[in-house]
Each structure stands twice: as C-alpha cells, then as structure tokens.
C-alpha cells in the first residue's frame, strides 16, 4: 500500500485531485464524493466542500451569509469559472429554472414513470376507484397516489 502524500498547502491537495483537460469545460473532481454529488477534500483532519475550496483559492474568502453556486449544475464541478457566490434564494431559484431539480422519472427514488401518474389520475374516481385500490395495483404507499391525486407531487405534467 502507498504511503499517504503529504501536502504542504491546500492548493497543492485541491490540485492533486483534479483533472484539467479544458478551462473552459467542467473539471471534475477526481477525490472523494458526498451523497449529493459535490467533492469534498480532506485536508488538516478536516473535510471540505472542493467547490467551496476553489472558489476560495481563486477569489479569496467568502462572504458571510453566501454560498457556493454553480453555474454548470454539475456539483462535481470545480471550475472556478462555473462558480459563483450567492444566495440560498439564488441557489434554489437557479435549481429549479435549470436541469438539476429531480422531479418525475428522473428522480432516483421514484417507482413510477409519467405515463403511469397519468393512468393514476385518470383512473381514480372517488368511492369507485379508490386511492387504496391504485396504491395495490401500482405497488406504491397509498400516501403516494394521494400526493399525486392532490397534485402535491408530480405536479409538472
């Protein structure tokens, strides 16, 4: 097994983990991966944002009250150039106009396609075809059928 590197800067353990082929296009980060995606580097027994820690080396530090945003909706993104300070406002609002917010089929943990809500919808006739019935023949919680018959989920088709 190889020794551990050692590194005596933070820029010098950011840079051993990326790849840059282009400046222009995403750098990926080639280090340790988190549940949503964003790299995150351990350095000096602390684990960090990668995306936070190159915004910082490019632009100095950030802002109280300001967060990390990618412009390239790609969290393992580390391109300087693709980030920006903002708010959690900005950053919710940006999520939701671009291609990062996972909704319908392209959710991870969804069970149900788009033609299948709508068969759902059209199917369920109160005291007839009940939430109960679909939620049995759809093999889904019947918390689920009733998110979509009220339209609290799935409401973008």
């Known amino acids: ?52 820690v190159s915004y910082e080396l490019f632009n100095g530090h950030l802002s109280e009250g300001k967060i990390i945003c990618h412009r390239c909706n790609n969290p393992k993104c580390v391109n300087p150039k693709h980030l920006y300070a903002g708010t959690h406002k900005q950053n919710h609002k940006d999520r939701q106009n671009g291609q990062r917010a996972l909704k319908g089929e392209n959710h991870g943990r969804s069970k149900l396609t788009e033609k299948q809500v709508l068969e759902i919808r059209e199917k369920y006739r109160p005291y007839k075809v009940t939430n109960k019935m679909l939620a049995k023949a759809y093999d889904v919680h019947v918390e689920t059928i009733k998110s979509i018959n009220i339209r609290k989920n799935w409401r973008h088709i």
Do not use: Q
């Open 1 to 52: 097994m190889p020794a551990k590197k050692k590194f005596n800067t933070l820029a010098e353990a950011f840079y051993d983990k990326c790849k840059i082929s282009d400046t222009n296009s995403c750098i990926e980060w080639e280090g340790i991966v988190g549940h949503f995606g964003y790299g995150n580097l351990k350095y000096n027994k602390k684990m960090l944002r990668a995306h936070r």
